[in-house]
């Protein structure tokens, strides 16, 4: 029967990561998979989470079942992180889920059983992963104009003139912060005429918040969200824990759901531990309840934050002297925008032949649409990624 299977196209992301790891060169560089990477281009395990584990090892006594929508201390601490500690928490319910993927993945399961064939507005670019999740939960998808490659910058107007003739009901996916590939964030205002766009026309909003942390901090990440729960009556956001408590591999996130009421909260919550049973039956444990144990411990959660804060300003740190280094080479300021970008990732103006060549010639790993992960820009090397650049420009 496999004999009539067509062969796989491997995921491009995954696949960078795979053919890196293979590279013998000493001198290669990994701007590919989103992955913090530190000064030395290792990505240890957050010194609050290692004390956290030690502290789970120590203490558990069972590894009896939790159930579909796990922890339940857990999910109440990611809601507080999200949706801030003076949420409205009646209207709201979380599920945890197996990584921020999974999160997205249930969360589109469930409005495929709500609206049947919907439409899921994406924008251009987005994460090329979320095609295969919104597929396999077979929504429609559909894209709307976001970035502005020539300017570097969000074409808002453009944004919102596809997003005008959506029809009611439908699905937009939006990047709460960090947006991914592009780095390119809408302002604050710029928000606020989404959430009153989605408001007036009855668009359903549904948050990648993936990387809340890496672009202005953890309060002011989960601005856009916080907003929206204010002003719209349902929202649904995907989270993670694999970026900003390092745990990419532990599988450790949440669905998280706003309702009009208490009464719609738990209905909706009903119906996705229905469609978690279904399929996983129930999330991995270690991760979630390693997170929790971070949050809730006074010590480890500012040991958790401090360490954050400095991966945070570490990228940002990585984005000035990147700049610094091409202005220096290109004579002219083009690649000042990767500075007010955010978190882990900036778009090379970058052909699919010059990406090769930079993979074959120089051991430089970049994603094929030219997305480059700030934290693997190299600290002491950044003179021969700059001049490998310029080389193949
Ligand atoms: C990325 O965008 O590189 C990460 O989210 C890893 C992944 O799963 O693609």
């Not at 104009?145 to 029809?167: E, I």
């Not at 947006?179 to 007036?200: F, I, M, Y």
């Not at 971070?294 to 959660?301: A, K, Q, R």
Request: aromatic content about 8%.
């Amino acid at each position: 029967m496999f004999r009539s299977l067509p062969e796989s196209k491997p995921d491009a992301i995954l696949n960078l990561m795979t053919q890196f790891r293979a590279d013998p060169r000493t001198d290669k560089m990994d701007l590919g998979v989103g992955i913090y990477k530190d000064a030395n281009g290792n990505t240890p395990v957050m010194h609050a989470v290692k004390r956290a584990e030690k502290k789970l090892v120590d203490t558990q006594d069972t590894k009896a079942y939790v159930g579909p929508v796990g922890s339940r201390p857990f999910c109440d601490s990611i809601i507080a992180q999200v949706m801030g500690k003076d949420a409205d928490t009646d209207r709201i319910r979380a599920a945890q889920s197996a990584g921020g993927t999974g999160a997205l993945r249930i969360i589109a399961d469930l409005l495929k059983n709500l609206r049947g064939k919907a439409n899921i507005w994406v924008s251009d670019p987005t994460w090329p992963n979320h095609f295969p999740v919104f597929n396999a939960a077979q929504l429609n998808i559909e894209p709307y104009p976001y970035y502005d490659a020539q300017n570097s910058r969000v074409d808002f107007d453009a944004m919102m003139g596809t997003l005008g003739k959506a029809n009611k009901g439908d699905i937009v996916l939006l990047h709460g912060c960090c947006h991914n590939p592009t780095g390119a964030d809408l302002s604050q205002d710029q928000w606020r005429a989404v959430a009153e766009l989605c408001k007036t026309n009855q668009l359903f909003p549904f948050f990648d918040l993936a990387y809340q942390g890496f672009g202005d901090g953890l309060e002011n990440d989960a601005w856009s969200v916080r907003h929206f729960a204010q002003v719209l009556p349902e929202l649904a956001i995907a989270t993670s824990c694999s970026k900003n408590l390092g745990l990419y591999r532990e599988r450790a996130g949440a669905a998280i759901l706003v309702a009009e009421d208490a009464d719609n909260a738990d209905r909706a919550l009903g119906q996705l531990s229905i469609v978690i049973r279904s399929n996983y039956s129930m999330p991995p444990d270690h991760g979630a309840n390693t997170s929790h144990l971070v949050w809730s411990d006074p010590e480890l959660n500012k040991v958790w934050r401090d360490e954050l804060d400095s991966m945070r300003e570490r990228m940002t740190r990585l984005r000035s002297d990147f700049a610094e280094a091409m202005r220096k080479r290109s004579n002219s300021d083009q690649f000042d925008y990767i500075i007010g970008q955010k978190g882990m990732f900036s778009r090379l103006p970058l052909s699919t032949d010059q990406i090769e060549k930079l993979r074959s010639e120089h051991g430089i790993y970049i994603v094929g649409d030219g997305r480059i992960n700030i934290a693997g820009l190299p600290d002491a090397n950044m003179d021969a990624l700059a001049d490998a650049i310029m080389g193949v420009i």
